[in-house]
Antibody, heavy 120, light 107 residues
Framework: EVQLLESGGGLVQPGGSLRLSCAAS????????MTWVRQAPGKGLEWVST????????YYADSVKGRFTISRDNSKNTLYLQMNSLRADDTAVYYC?????????????WGQGTLVTVSS | EIVLTQSPATLSLSPGERATLSCRAS??????LAWYQQKPGQAPRLLIY???NRATGIPARFSGSGSGTDFTLTISSLESEDFAVYYC?????????FGGGTKVEIK
């Protein structure tokens, strides 16, 4: 059974940092690209960042470029999102998601999400 | 950036009725459009990918159609568990984008 378990969310002050983790199991982690998607309270879904299977290729939304860094440790089956210079509008539930296939950027499994709140 | 516009924002229907949801892209996304369902407090669930392909385990009452800029998600006969918010997502171009969602509520 595929499982994605996010952790690392919490309350942080504006300008602060957090690192989110997503522990994956039930599939061959290093065969799939992975993505972070966020959802602000009461709002829709927003794509944040994607990383290729081998950590070579990464993509970022303009809203987080230069502040967030996506990475993965295939030996630990874990995806990360390092978030720096956090702003109030980064407040959201952050989901990690597995790509449906190696060549398809749609997401067939999602974690339960971890809430990040940026507030003083 | 490709903007996806979903309509209507809210659809009020009764169980057993047919639901038709629309997603329009600001430029062609070919057939690279997916649909997700999200219920309160839950993660999204993939329903349809590449415009018309049902994901694993998705009931046949869900169907997708369209190409280019205009897409439709149809639920042939609403079940109680289908009342939720539905999002479209394109994978044609980076950045990946989602539509704003359509809420299907019980009338």
């Amino acid at each position: 059974e595929v499982q994605l378990l996010e952790s690392g969310g919490g309350l942080v002050q504006p300008g602060g940092s957090l690192r989110l983790s997503c522990a994956a199991s039930g599939f061959t982690f290093n065969d799939y690209a992975m993505t972070w998607v966020r959802q602000a309270p009461g709002k829709g879904l927003e794509w944040v960042s994607t990383i290729s299977t081998s950590d070579v290729i990464t993509y970022y939304a303009d809203s987080v470029k230069g502040r967030f860094t996506i990475s993965r440790d295939n030996s630990k089956n874990t995806l990360y999102l390092q978030m720096n210079s956090l702003r109030a509008d980064d407040t959201a539930v952050y989901y990690c998601a597995k790509h449906y296939s190696s060549s398809t950027s749609v997401f067939d499994y999602w974690g339960q999400g971890t809430l990040v709140t940026v507030s003083s | 950036e490709i903007v996806l516009t979903q309509s209507p924002a809210t659809l009020s229907l009764s169980p057993g009725e047919r639901a038709t949801l629309s997603c329009r892209a600001s430029q062609s996304v070919r057939s690279y459009l997916a649909w997700y369902q999200q219920k309160p407090g839950q993660a999204p669930r993939l329903l349809i990918y590449d415009a018309s392909n049902r994901a694993t385990g998705i009931p046949a009452r869900f169907s997708g159609s369209g190409s280019g800029t205009d897409f439709t998600l149809t639920i042939s006969s609403l079940e109680s568990e289908d009342f939720a918010v539905y999002y479209c997502q394109q994978r044609s171009n980076w950045p990946l984008t989602f539509g704003g969602g359509t809420k299907v509520e019980i009338k």
